[in-house]
């Protein structure tokens, strides 16, 4: 159910109408201009008593349109209660025991909302694959493009920053992800990092070895002013042997000329400087679609698309290119989309590690029966 203008009495009155079995939940995704007072409507669905998880975002996306207002309200069957997972500004992360497609007679996926622009996020990361091994995986970083931290994490406990939701639902999730960004140069060492921050390349500062790689390129002088507008069309790969490379966005410089980005940097890993062409990025949007469409022969009952914002900014009018490519391979299948416009994305396919991603598109059809 997607609502362009919700209300609280709307919202609780559909939501509560519809909650018919015992493990019914709600995935609940909002951008974040969007106006409706979200304390308040937490409050009135735990009244009514429905499940409910889901986050904040910097735009969402139903049927092949992004929208910067509104609420969409998808409608899942839980294998468990959503649970939240806090501690993400000290590194103290403790994830409970989850439910695994072992002890389960029913497939099982988990989704999972993240505040973007915590600091311990490939942490969370590692920790939940130790918990939920080779199982599918979807999930989004929640945030706002301003880059400012805030409360963008809800479930029934309430509104949180420096946190998680994760949820067992019962479904098999078909995933594609992809990024289509291409090698400029390196490879480069990341000599010194902390946490998300790249300190230094190649023992040098990163923002010097960054800005000489981009003016050459761009024949155009990078600096401090421009770096927001120039820097989302140059972002890192971190090399992975036999992978597509995880993108990493600088989105902004420190007082000691260190770049700071979404999702953390392991100090003396392998980085190159990437550069976008948008048909190739298009390109890859199509290929996560064509892998989540793997199992043909069924309908899936649920398509989440998990787009990076950077992309969407990067390609601009192009855009809508690549989320009707989407729609259309799905309403072939008569199930339309709905998703967001992400800070950072997740994503395994049951087959591998679990990541977290920036550029990147992450396509993830859920069926109920495989």
Not at 156 to 174: L, P, Q, R, W
Not at 273 to 289: M, N, S, V
Request: net charge neutral; proline share 3%; charged share 20%.
């Amino acid at each position: 159910m997607f609502w362009h203008n919700p209300s609280i009495e709307k919202v609780v009155t559909y939501l509560s109408e519809n909650t018919k079995q015992a493990n019914d939940a709600y995935m609940l995704l909002l951008p974040e201009e969007e106006l409706i007072n979200i304390k308040e409507l937490i409050k009135a669905l735990n009244q009514c008593r429905v499940t409910f998880f889901g986050g904040i975002f910097p735009q969402i996306i139903y049927d092949n349109k992004c929208f910067k207002k509104g609420l969409i309200a998808t409608k899942v069957t839980l294998a468990e209660k959503p649970k939240l997972i806090k501690g993400f500004d000290t590194g103290a992360i403790d994830i409970p025991q989850l439910q695994s497609n072992k002890n389960n007679t029913k497939a099982i996926s988990f989704i999972t909302f993240v505040d973007g622009l915590s600091t311990y996020i490939s942490k969370y990361i590692s920790s939940l694959y130790n918990k939920i091994g080779n199982a599918s995986l979807i999930g989004a970083g929640a945030g706002s493009l301003s880059f400012k931290q805030k409360p963008c994490v809800i479930c029934n406990d309430g509104i949180f920053e420096n946190a998680a939701v994760i949820a067992t639902v019962e479904y098999k999730c078909e995933i594609g992800s992809a990024h289509g960004w291409t090698d400029l140069r390196g490879p480069f060492v990341a000599t010194k990092t902390k946490g998300n921050i790249i300190e230094e390349l190649n023992w040098t500062a990163a923002f010097n070895v960054y800005k000489e790689v981009v003016d050459e390129d761009l024949k155009e002088n990078l600096t401090l002013i421009n770096f927001a507008e120039i820097s989302k069309s140059y972002p890192f790969g971190i090399y992975k042997e036999g992978e597509e490379k995880i993108v990493r966005d600088p989105i902004a410089v420190t007082d000691k000329k260190g770049l700071i980005c979404v999702g953390e940097v392991p100090e003396n890993s392998i980085l190159f400087l990437l550069k976008g062409k948008p048909e190739k990025i298009i390109e890859a949007a199509q290929w996560a679609t064509g892998k989540a469409l793997n199992n043909k022969s069924k309908t899936a009952e649920h398509v989440f698309v998990i787009d990076c914002i950077s992309r969407s900014i990067f390609l601009n009018d192009s855009f809508n290119v690549e989320l009707n490519n989407i729609n259309q391979a799905f309403f072939n299948q008569k199930t339309f989309m709905k998703g967001v416009l992400s800070i950072g994305e997740i994503a395994s396919d049951g087959k591998g590690y679990v990541d977290f991603y920036n550029k990147t598109i992450v396509v993830g059809a859920f069926y109920s029966s495989l």
